[in-house]
T-cell receptor, first 113, second 115 residues
Framework: KNQVEQSPQSLIILEGKNCTLQ??????????LRWYKQDTGRGPVSLTI?????NTKSNGRYTATLDADTKQSSLHITASQLSDSASYICVVSPKAAGNKLTFGGGTRVLVKP | EAGVAQSPRYKIIEKRQSVAFWCNPI?????LYWYQQILGQGPKLLIQ????????DSQLPKDRFSAERLKGVDSTLKIQPAKLEDSAVYLC?????????????FGPGTRLTVT
């Protein structure tokens, strides 16, 4: 069964600090891996999309990495801001599955002043 | 560009009652998805439409859930009768057919509470 596991489930960081979220997946082969940000009470918003041949993608203070050999991805947040408080969801799109997505359970990040 | 619209934003019903949710996708997006997101979990796909045809409804509990997308634009998702375990956020998303990988754009969701 295709799975996407994220860690930690939640974390608290101080404003201005960096943090890294982890994603392990068993989906194979896959077409692309995405990171979404979901604010409380909102729908997920795409941060990055990487194909299997890419190993890093940045979007402002967010940098995603991908190691297709170990089936791991990470999302690094630099110089965190209060507005970064949200859930971050790792999503994998299996190859030959059209645009069907397999979602992880998310990591809830709380940035404190 | 207007985003995906959903209504209502919140709904509270008693078990065994029926409820319907509405979604208006981004203009021109051929593909529409309904997801169920239980608190603390990632979204789970319920049904995927391409235009007005169903592409995937393998995880839709068809004994109580139904969905339609008449004319290939707006869509409604219905639950009848509701159970306590249906309490969740129901997300609608849409994506274009052009461009790859196809980006999915999510609406704000409808939070359903079944008491």
């Amino acid at each position: 069964k295709n799975q996407v596991e994220q860690s930690p489930q939640s974390l608290i960081i101080l404003e201005g600090k960096n943090c890294t979220l982890q994603c392990n997946y068993t989906v194979s082969p896959f077409s692309n891996l995405r990171w979404y940000k979901q604010d409380t009470g909102r729908g997920p918003v795409s941060l990055t999309i990487m194909t299997f041949s890419e190993n890093t993608k940045s979007n402002g203070r967010y940098t995603a990495t991908l190691d297709a050999d170990t089936k791991q991805s990470s999302l690094h947040i630099t110089a965190s801001q209060l507005s970064d408080s949200a859930s971050y969801i790792c999503v994998v799109s299996p190859k030959a599955a059209g645009n069907k997505l397999t979602f992880g359970g998310g990591t809830r990040v709380l940035v404190k002043p | 560009e207007a985003g995906v619209a959903q209504s209502p934003r919140y709904k509270i019903i008693e078990k065994r009652q029926s409820v319907a949710f509405w979604c208006n996708p981004i203009s021109g997006h051929a593909t529409l998805y309904w997801y169920q997101q239980i608190l603390g979990q990632g979204p789970k796909l319920l049904i995927q439409f391409q235009n007005n045809g169903v592409v995937d409804d393998s995880q839709l509990p068809k004994d109580r859930f139904s969905a339609e997308r008449l004319k290939g634009v707006d869509s409604t998702l219905k639950i009848q009768p509701a159970k306590l375990e249906d309490s969740a956020v129901y997300l609608c998303a849409s994506s274009p057919l052009k461009g790859h990988p196809y980006e999915q754009y999510f609406g704000p969701g409808t939070r359903l509470t079944v008491t």
